[in-house]
């Protein structure tokens, strides 16, 4: 009889397990080894070994077999080298979710930095390095962090502003610069065509790059076309007062020198950051980004159900300023949007992706963090947990 019902529970769990289906968890570590088997022991590197995982598990399995894929993350850093690109084959269902989430209270955090090093201290007290990459036009960034804090590029005026009064040359594509009311700007200043002209409109902010200056007739010229040309983004004002719209111009070599800017030289590629007081450039984590973008969620018709990833995602944004006013519909929905219960970053953070996602999230300016790289074979304690 005992042996009748221990038989009768075996077949019980089993029927269990197969109407429940099976669940699978791939773990990933900032230590971790991509050549490892994604257990918990043993866990991954990469977030795209994780998907390529999550790719293999889901072809060697019929969707009715499964009920859950999850992949943790153990807090840390993860340099990325190319954004991180989630297809249908990577994600999953309404039923049978794909769960990208952290294993711990410790948030991991995905960058596109690189950590800057390898300064001199000119006599002036700046440090300066040299970048082979940007004096050969392969590389450009617009912002730098210095032990998480952002720093700002030299600006004029460095206290309050300039005034527009009117739009120069209005075309059928936009519009090709402004006038301007104060005296102050420079048509000598070095590395004319990497100063950004910002504007505060009506119901905008455009940053533009300068192709010359006119200090006789007061005109600043555009590099390109501004194609915008709606009446509350022109330079015309009304919105700050009586002569049209405040604006600054940043990224000027000459203001260079206030504790906390930096300026690169492009031409030279030269970088050079004046430090704040107590700051040192052998202790100093100096950060800019190398990758334009983070995260692409790619596929057909649904957004994705995110939960927490905001907190996850790192970066400052590399090359030139994006065109003004550039702004994305916001994507249907045809699903109601699940809650978390969780602040990002905790254990709860996760991302559920549908196999059909076609936005692009734009990735959260959290504090950047430096790379690093994976050997090419792993050692043993790589792939210890």
Request: proline share 10%.
């Amino acid at each position: 009889m005992r042996t009748v019902s221990r038989m009768m529970l075996g077949m019980l769990a089993m029927i269990t397990w197969a109407e429940a289906g099976t669940s699978k968890t791939f773990h990933v570590s900032p230590n971790g080894c991509d050549t490892a088997s994604g257990s918990w022991w043993r866990p991954f590197a990469t977030f795209e070994r994780a998907q390529q995982a999550v790719a293999e598990f889901k072809a060697r399995h019929p969707a009715e077999a499964i009920e859950r894929i999850e992949v943790r993350f153990r807090g840390g850093t993860y340099p990325l080298k190319q954004p991180i690109r989630i297809r249908p084959e990577h994600g999953g269902t309404a039923t049978i979710p794909v769960i990208y989430r952290s294993s711990g209270d410790a948030p991991p955090v995905f960058t596109g930095g690189r950590l800057i090093t390898g300064w001199t201290v000119r006599a002036d007290g700046a440090w300066t390095t040299h970048l082979p990459e940007v004096k050969s036009g392969s590389w450009d960034f617009a912002q730098l962090f210095v032990n998480g804090a952002r720093r700002f590029r030299p600006r004029i005026p460095r206290k309050g502003y300039f005034t527009t009064t009117n739009d120069f040359e209005t075309v059928e594509a936009g519009v090709n610069g402004f006038y301007y009311k104060e005296d102050g700007l420079d048509p000598a200043w070095s590395n004319l065509q990497d100063i950004e002209f910002h504007t505060l409109h009506i119901w905008s902010a455009s940053r533009v790059r300068l192709k010359s200056i006119d200090a006789s007739r007061k005109i600043v010229r555009f590099l390109k076309t501004r194609n915008y040309n709606q009446y509350w983004g022109s330079y015309k004002g009304p919105g700050w007062g009586e002569n049209g719209c405040r604006f600054w111009a940043e990224n000027v070599k000459e203001a260079f020198g206030v504790p906390g800017e930096w300026y690169l030289d492009r031409p030279t590629g030269t970088l050079s950051y004046m430090p704040m007081p107590g700051e040192r450039p052998d202790t100093a984590r100096v950060e800019v980004p190398i990758l334009p973008l983070l995260l692409i969620v790619e596929g057909d018709a649904d957004r994705p159900s995110t939960r927490g990833l905001r907190g996850w995602f790192s970066n400052r944004r590399a090359g030139p300023p994006p065109s003004p006013e550039i702004s994305s519909p916001k994507p249907r929905s045809t699903s109601p949007r699940p809650q978390s219960s969780s602040m990002p970053g905790t254990s709860q953070s996760a991302v559920a992706c549908s196999p059909n996602s076609p936005v692009t999230p734009s990735p959260s300016a959290r504090a950047l963090t430096p790379t690093r790289s994976m050997p090419a074979s792993c050692p043993t304690s790589a792939r210890a947990a």
